[in-house]
Each structure stands twice: as structure tokens, then as C-alpha cells.
């Protein structure tokens, strides 16, 4: 979720701890936003 509000690219991590990356820090307030609503939903 994180990854593509960033612009969908990077990512990677260990089975206990995901990380997320993109080109565009300017739309780091937009992915915590989707990860909100995506647990929200869940």
C-alpha cells in the first residue's frame, strides 16, 4: 500500500518487518494516509 502511494517502486524487508520506498518523498503524507485506510478497512 505504501509502496504504490510512493510511486510503486522499491520495497523489501524481513518476514517481521516490511519497508517501502519511492522516488517522490513529497508523497510520503499520502502513503501513511492509504496505510490508515487500508487497516481501517481491514
Do not use: H, T
Request: proline letters at 5%.
Amino acid at each position: 500500500v505504501a509502496s504504490a502511494a510512493l510511486g510503486g517502486q522499491g520495497g523489501g524487508g524481513r518476514p517481521d518487518m516490511a519497508q517501502a520506498g519511492g522516488p517522490d518523498a513529497s508523497k510520503a503524507n499520502d502513503a501513511i494516509a492509504a496505510v490508515k485506510a487500508a487497516l481501517e478497512a481491514a
